[in-house]
Nanobody
């Protein structure tokens, strides 16, 4: 059974940092693009960042560019999201996802992703 498990969320003050991890089990995704999305209360889920299987293509939402960094360790079947200079508007549940059908590049639409984690809460206080 395939599982994606996010960790690393929590409560942090504005300006602080968190590092999210998403570990996959049940199969390897070393040749699959991976992404992070988030959903704030009362809002639709939105794209945050994505990385191709090789790491050569990376794409960020404008709202996080320069503050967040996505990376992956294929040997550990894990993708990370380093979040710096956090703002209250970054408060959301963060989800990782895997895109099985993209050998090159990355996608920002959640419809492109096939597997999803359960999410981890990130709360940024002002």
């Amino acid at each position: 059974q395939v599982q994606l498990v996010e960790s690393g969320g929590g409560l942090v003050q504005a300006g602080g940092s968190l590092r999210l991890s998403c570990a996959a089990s049940g199969r390897t995704f070393d040749r699959c693009a991976k992404g992070w999305f988030r959903q704030a209360p009362g809002k639709e889920r939105e794209f945050v960042a994505a990385i191709s299987w090789s790491g050569s293509s990376i794409y960020y939402a404008d709202s996080v560019k320069g503050r967040f960094t996505i990376s992956r360790d294929n040997a550990k079947n894990t993708v990370y999201l380093q979040m710096n200079s956090l703002k209250p508007e970054d408060t959301a549940v963060y989800y990782c996802a895997v895109d099985l059908h993209r050998p090159v590049g990355v996608a920002s639409s959640e419809r492109a992703y096939d597997y999803w984690g359960q999410g981890t809460q990130v709360t940024v206080s002002s």
